[in-house]
Nanobody, 116 residues
Framework: QVHLVESGGGLVKPGEFLRLSCVVDGFIWVINTMGWYRRQAPGAQRELVARIDRGGDAIYADSVRGRFTISSDNAKKTVYLEMNNLKPEDTGLYYC?????????WGQGTQVTVSS
């Protein structure tokens, strides 16, 4: 059975850095895209933060472009999100999302809190 293992969240001050990681644990054939979403309030919709495809092309939400960088290591089946110059409005529960050939998976979420 395949599942996603997320790590790297935490409590930081504005302007600081965090790196999130998400590993695909289990046997898979093809990963199409890997990405990060966040939910910033209970009951709110998850919004796309960044996504990268297997060719290495990435897209970002306007609010994070220039501060966040998504990357992936296909051999390690891992996606990373480097978050620089964090702001209080980046606070939220960050979810890894991976799209395979015939299905997709969500991680359980890792909390990022930015507060002075």
């Amino acid at each position: 059975q395949v599942h996603l293992v997320e790590s790297g969240g935490g409590l930081v001050k504005p302007g600081e850095f965090l790196r999130l990681s998400c590993v695909v644990d289990g046997f898979i054939w093809v990963i199409n895209t890997m990405g990060w979403y966040r939910r910033q309030a209970p009951g709110a919709q998850r919004e796309l933060v960044a996504r990268i495809d297997r060719g290495g092309d990435a897209i970002y939400a306007d609010s994070v472009r220039g501060r966040f960088t998504i990357s992936s290591d296909n051999a390690k089946k891992t996606v990373y999100l480097e978050m620089n110059n964090l702001k209080p409005e980046d606070t939220g529960l960050y979810y890894c999302h991976v799209v395979f050939h015939t299905y997709d998976l969500w991680g359980q979420g890792t909390q990022v809190t930015v507060s002075s």
